[in-house]
């Protein structure tokens, strides 16, 4: 079987039908926390993956927290939000982490309050350990340890969001997703978020031949997600940050080993920042 044979075809828009997320819910199962790692967190079609996932969890596997990876004070202020109404969502985002200051981020907080404005007595949460986290030791532990905290506080399924370099699942656990893996086993799903090429507020040339994204070129799909195949060859995969680093990247491993799903866009366009 090639890669084509594997590739399930979706759409990236928040608010289009969800039928073609059924083969997702299998995948996800019965597990308590789903993570969304994109590997560029300013590129627009990865969030609107990320809204369209939590949208679709939320409405039909009974998940109930999202944790927004990287602020955990302005966490507190989103949750007061999406809870009561209260505050002023764009306020606190433009405050919060430069990845965060996004009109698609904003558009998922508020669509999180028309659903509890609509379901008040099971309303959907927005994660936050009990004191911000510490800038002294081992940051991926202290991801997972955060959202394993706030788990078997709230008996929350959780959506995980944040970059694809804390939620691959790592053996040993270097990682969040290793750690939260561990934890959970199978009741912990790892979803990659992956494009081959565009602008995200630099531009993306099409990666070289040994990245797993160049290999989906063989997909005539824009948008598609799959279950990584277990003979899939050791790759790399791209870890964009907030500045172009073309050699910034996964090693070692193969998707199969640290995804259990991708979902992969083929050109990636902008977020919209949010204006002052």
Same mark, same amino acid.
């Given at each position: 079987? %090639?890669?084509?044979?594997? $590739? ?13 997320? =059924? ?16 590997? $560029? ?6 969030? =609107?993956?990320?809204? *369209?996932?939590? @949208? ?9 927290? =999202? ?22 969502? @764009? ?21 999180? @309050? #028309?659903? &509890? ?7 959907? @949460? ?7 986290? +510490? %800038?002294?030791?081992?940051?991926? *532990?202290?991801?997972?340890? &955060?959202?394993? $905290? ?14 694809? #370099? ?27 978020? %992956? ?16 990245? #797993?994204?160049?290999? /989906? !070129? ?11 195949? +277990?003979?899939?060859?050791? *790759?790399? %995969? ?24 991708? /979902?992969?866009? *083929? !050109? #990636? ?8």
């Amino acid at each position: 079987m %090639t890669i084509t044979d594997y $590739a399930l075809p979706v759409s990236v828009d928040p608010t289009a039908a969800q039928d073609d997320l =059924l083969s997702f819910a299998v995948m996800v199962g019965d597990a308590k926390v789903v993570a969304l790692g994109a590997s $560029a967190r300013t590129a627009r079609e990865l969030s =609107l993956f990320s809204h *369209r996932i939590l @949208r679709f969890l939320v409405e039909h596997k009974g998940f109930r927290s =999202l944790a927004l990876e990287g602020d955990d004070v302005a966490s507190v202020y989103l949750d007061d939000y999406v809870r009561s109404g209260l505050g002023d969502p @764009r306020e606190v985002l433009a405050g919060a982490r430069s990845f965060w200051r996004t009109e698609e981020i904003l558009e998922t907080v508020r669509w999180l @309050r #028309a659903y &509890n404005e609509r379901h008040p007595h099971d309303p959907v @949460r927005i994660a936050h350990p009990p004191r911000p986290m +510490s %800038t002294s030791g081992d940051l991926e *532990r202290q991801l997972a340890d &955060n959202t394993i $905290a706030w788990q078997e506080r709230t008996g929350h399924k959780v959506v995980y969001w944040g970059g694809l #370099a804390h939620t691959a699942i790592s053996s040993p656990s270097t990682t969040a997703g290793g750690h939260l893996r561990e934890r959970y086993g199978s009741d912990f799903v790892s979803v990659g978020l %992956t494009f081959h090429h565009g602008d995200v507020l630099f531009p993306v040339p099409a990666p070289p031949a040994d990245f #797993a994204e160049a290999a /989906f !070129e063989q997909v005539d799909l824009d948008a598609f997600y799959l279950v990584p195949p +277990s003979d899939s060859l050791a *790759r790399k %995969t791209r870890v964009i940050g907030p500045l172009p680093e073309p050699d910034h990247h996964l090693s070692g491993g193969s998707l199969h080993e640290w995804f259990d799903v991708v /979902f992969h866009v *083929r !050109e #990636a366009t902008p977020v919209r920042l949010l204006l002052p």
